[in-house]
């Protein structure tokens, strides 16, 4: 994309080049005005051919037969690039779509649960829980606000074994699910959420591996407890940055999200 805004910039500059180049030929070969010499510089480069002023000199002949050679191509490559650079912006954004929804599919049915239930095993949780009830007041600067206090909370995991059972039996029916969603490229394009489905997976596996999560020794507890806060911080953001994102362009479905807000213990998806 880049590369295409230089190439666009550098055509645009060339073109500019040949009109004020012909412009000044013409003032100064034929003897026409300044706007005279603009009109004809463009319905030259344009190959209007509207007849009513044309070169009277040799020279000008040869000038107005290098416009269109050199300006017809010119703005052609314009023409191409811009066509082309709104092509690929609307593709953009048709992918960043698809990407939230299949974002949007992957908390309806694995995300939300687990910010539950790693929150809860974070006995500092109160601290970042308050400032995470989203509203559809919140502003940019309020989300702003909430990334930073975020990034500053030190997250912290104490293991519940019946938690971890809980969690080790919910990744595992969900098992199906996440693998699909590795399936879609569109999902991989984005790199916060390619390392949150990473380590989602990778605490599935130790967790599967082991047959009884409720008799391990603690040294194991606190392997288990670095992979989970992993998973959590990685969900935090990535959850609080899907928020932002409904309550930008998807209203109804951030109604429905703000109701099952993983940080509100009395959230509750009937409304009332």
Known sequence: MDALKVRLRVFIIVFVLIIVLGTLGFMHIEGLSLADAIYFCIVTIATVGYGDIHPATQTGKILAIALIVCGVGTFLGVVANATE????????????????????????????????????????????????????????????????????????VDIERGTLMDIRSFLQEKGDFLMRLLENPILLEQESFTALLGAVFHLREELLYRDDVTQLPDTDYAHLAIDIRRAYILLVHQWLGYMKYLRNNYPYLFSLAMRTNPFDREASPIVK
């Open 85 to 156: 650079m709104l092509m690929n912006r609307r593709e953009k954004q048709v992918r960043i779509q698809k990407l939230h929804m299949m974002i949007g599919l992957f908390f309806g049915e694995v995300g939300t649960r687990l910010l539950a239930h790693f929150s809860s095993l974070d006995p500092q949780s109160d601290m970042i829980r308050k400032d995470l009830f989203v509203t559809n007041e919140w502003s940019e600067d309020e989300f702003l606000k909430a990334g930073k206090r975020l990034r500053v909370h030190h997250y912290k």
